[in-house]
């Protein structure tokens, strides 16, 4: 769909404009990615009121991420089949219940089905990923590289604002007026999602190269080698970053470093991902976009090993925030662009799902890994070395990538 496609009838929607799509789907991201990355801080007041270990947390928000992961093709294929706007609404919904639920989980089962299931299967469904998927329908191939980079970019103003936001709630009021306020804030998705709904695929409206089946879209895709390695790729990215969402603020704190400092961190992180999104989608236009995974992946490592080796001050702990935000989510916008140039648009929000189900299943095991690490043998130092290990692999997996589309009998549009 072009962008003459956002000019409805006379009476209808006519406000959709592309730039209030780019501005309402990045409001989105922003308020969707926040609460999630700040699940960290929870840890030690919810720790400390119900006598539960890191291990519990663990595996409450590595069921999230699990979930959030397995419930994105599906999520993606209701999408593109009824359209954008009733996944958004459901994925708001359940977001704040589950935020709801979290604030009054007293057993790990109860934390489980708030903080995992219902903000994991949330995610899913009102996610930047469901934004950049109605970008890539609605926005032109012109406007679609750096709408995508900034709607990751807003993702990680969401942390940046979410992060300090979050430790002054439970510094001020408590992590159970904290939780509460976040869910209020998760309905806002439901008005702001009316700018970015897209129509449903109805055979009608679709043209000769967008008859293309599910079951043959899979098939496509899973038979195709670089797109099998890209998916490889993004595990690592997944396994990384929630490592790092989750269990950094406890690193920290074991180090000395004061809660605030920690959520400058993290702030830090979204800070700077900001620059690394909008830089990674526009370099993209310029440079091959495998490369630009491959540089990010390898950097990451380094900057671990760097931040592992040498004892944590405030300082370095902001500047591995810094330096890890650059790299963050910067490795969305060309994988996303990537899925849309091998395979078009009609199937792209379930294809880049179960690219995401890869992501999600790394950050499961670096979630999950770290409570159990952690736990049984008192430090972190085992899950960032294979933190550094994954990135390395990565960097080397996405060099073989081929970036043009598939052959087909009848192209489909990218």
């Known amino acids: 769909m072009s962008t003459t496609d956002l000019s409805p009838a006379p009476g209808r929607a006519g406000w959709r404009t592309p730039p209030v799509i780019i501005i309402c789907g990045c409001a989105i991201a922003l308020l969707s990615f926040g609460p999630r990355s700040s699940a960290g801080f929870f840890i030690k007041p919810m720790g400390q009121e119900y006598a539960w270990g890191r291990d519990v947390f663990g595996l409450a928000l590595a069921v999230q991420n699990l979930l959030w992961g397995l419930g994105q093709p599906l999520a993606g294929a209701i999408a593109d089949r009824f359209g954008v706007l009733r996944v958004m609404i459901?994925?708001?919904?359940?977001?704040?219940?589950?935020?709801?639920?979290?604030?009054?989980?007293?057993?790990?089962?109860?934390?489980?089905?708030?903080?995992?299931?219902?903000?994991?299967?949330?995610?899913?469904?009102?996610?930047?990923?469901?934004?950049?998927?109605?970008?890539?329908?609605?926005?032109?191939?012109?406007?679609?590289?750096?709408?995508?980079?900034?709607?990751?970019?807003?993702?990680?103003?969401?942390?940046?604002?979410?992060?300090?936001?979050?430790?002054?709630?439970?510094?001020?009021?408590?992590?159970?007026?904290?939780?509460?306020?976040?869910?209020?804030?998760?309905?806002?998705?439901?008005?702001?999602?009316?700018?970015?709904?897209?129509?449903?695929?109805?055979?009608?409206?679709?043209?000769?190269?967008?008859?293309?089946?599910?079951?043959?879209?899979?098939?496509?895709?899973?038979?195709?080698r670089s797109y099998v390695l890209l998916v490889l790729g993004f595990f690592t990215c997944g396994f990384q970053l929630a490592f790092i969402t989750v269990h950094l603020p406890a690193y920290l704190a074991d180090r000395g470093i004061t809660a605030q400092t920690g959520g400058w961190v993290i702030a830090a992180i979204g800070l700077f991902n900001i620059i690394g999104s909008l830089g990674a989608g526009w370099l993209q236009n310029r440079l091959p976009k495998r490369y630009i995974l491959s540089a990010i992946y390898f950097v990451r490592a380094l900057a671990t090993v760097a931040f592992i080796s040498f004892p944590v001050t405030p300082i370095s702990a902001i500047l591995f925030g810094a330096i890890s935000g650059l790299m963050w989510l910067s490795t969305v916008p060309p994988t996303s662009a990537l899925v849309a140039l091998m395979f078009g648009t009609r199937w792209f929000s379930t294809l880049y799902g179960f690219a995401f189900v890869s992501h999600q299943v790394g950050g499961f095991l670096g979630v999950w890994l770290g409570g159990v690490v952690f736990e049984g043998f008192g430090s972190y130092t085992p899950v960032w070395c294979l933190s550094v290990l994954f990135g390395v692999l990565s960097a080397l997996i996405n060099l073989p990538i081929v970036e043009k589309p598939v052959p087909r009998a009848i192209a489909q549009p990218a």
């Open 90 to 224: 459901v994925g708001a919904l359940l977001y704040a219940g589950g935020l709801v639920l979290m604030r009054y989980a007293a057993t790990p089962f109860s934390l489980d089905i708030g903080a995992g299931v219902l903000i994991g299967f949330g995610l899913a469904g009102c996610s930047f990923n469901l934004v950049l998927s109605a970008f890539s329908k609605l926005l032109s191939p012109e406007r679609r590289g750096l709408a995508l980079g900034a709607g990751t970019a807003a993702g990680s103003f969401g942390q940046f604002l979410f992060a300090p936001f979050g430790v002054a709630l439970i510094d001020n009021f408590g992590w159970q007026t904290a939780l509460m306020v976040f869910a209020g804030l998760m309905l806002l998705i439901i008005p702001l999602s009316l700018a970015i709904a897209t129509p449903p695929a109805l055979p009608a409206r679709a043209g000769a190269g967008d008859q293309q089946s599910f079951q043959t879209a899979l098939v496509e895709a899973f038979g195709h």
